[in-house]
Antibody, heavy 121, light 110 residues
Framework: QVQLVQSGAEVKKPGASVKVSCKAS????????MHWVRQAPGQGLEWMGW????????NYAQKFQGWVTMTRDTSISTAYMELSRLRSDDTAIYYC??????????????WGQGTMVTVSS | QTVVTQEPALSVSPGGTVTLTCGLN?????????PSWYQQTPGQAPRTLIY???TRSSGVPDRFSGSLLGNKAALSITGAQADDESDYYC??????????FGGGTKLTVL
């Protein structure tokens, strides 16, 4: 069955970077877009961007441009999201979510379990 | 700035029907926004309910249905059950590969 397994919780200091991984199984990794969504404590969901695992092409929400980098390693069916220059308000759960189809307009379908990132001095 | 609007909170009686909506601060939601709906309970990852306006995700009971209602997307829940008490989020496709979530609706079953 389709599974997305994310890396474990992270604690980072302000100004540092964090890289979260999302390992996919149960389907052909390159056939579906991978999105990243975050949720600050007690807040709603926020779309950050996507990567096309086939081409490596990316599209980031305007808020995160210049600040987030999404990459993938097709040999191990894993997507990565790296956020730099962390601030305390980047404390959130970060989710990867696979699209239901192979187009950027195909919404999120399967979700990872989430990775808690805490930014604290 | 495009804002996706949802009711902050709604309530429904057990066995009753409730409709949650997803709109825009400017303009109407159409199928071209590919509205999708997600359910989230505390401490859990979101669960996909509906995508492409009205396609139920696998395993989602037919008590949940998606549609367009006036100038908004809508999620209807019929025969509400206690475990439907959750946060519900819609997301809209803005074109150019960009998605925007609504602020979420907290549904209480009482």
């Amino acid at each position: 069955q389709v599974q997305l397994v994310q890396s474990g919780a992270e604690v980072k200091k302000p100004g540092a970077s964090v890289k979260v991984s999302c390992k996919a199984s149960g389907y052909t990794f390159s056939d579906y877009f991978m999105h990243w969504v975050r949720q600050a404590p007690g807040q709603g969901l926020e779309w950050m961007g996507w990567i096309n695992p086939n081409s490596g092409g990316t599209n980031y929400a305007q808020k995160f441009q210049g600040w987030v980098t999404m990459t993938r390693d097709t040999s191990i069916s894993t997507a990565y999201m790296e956020l730099s220059r962390l601030r305390s308000d980047d404390t959130a759960i970060y989710y990867c979510a696979r699209s239901y189809g192979g187009n950027s307009r195909d919404a999120f379908h399967m979700w990872g379990q989430g990775t808690m990132v805490t930014v604290s001095s | 700035q495009t804002v996706v609007t949802q009711e902050p909170a709604l309530s429904v009686s057990p066995g009753g029907t409730v409709t949650l909506t997803c709109g825009l601060n400017s303009g109407s939601v159409s199928t071209g926004y590919y509205p999708s709906w997600y359910q989230q309970t505390p401490g859990q990852a979101p669960r996909t309910l509906i995508y492409n306006t009205n396609t139920r995700s696998s395993g989602v009971p037919d008590r949940f249905s998606g549609s367009l209602l006036g100038n908004k997307a809508a999620l209807s829940i019929t025969g509400a059950q206690a475990d439907d008490e959750s946060d519900y989020y819609c997301v809209l496709y803005m074109g150019g590969g960009v998605w925007v979530f609504g602020g979420g609706t907290k549904l209480t079953v009482l």
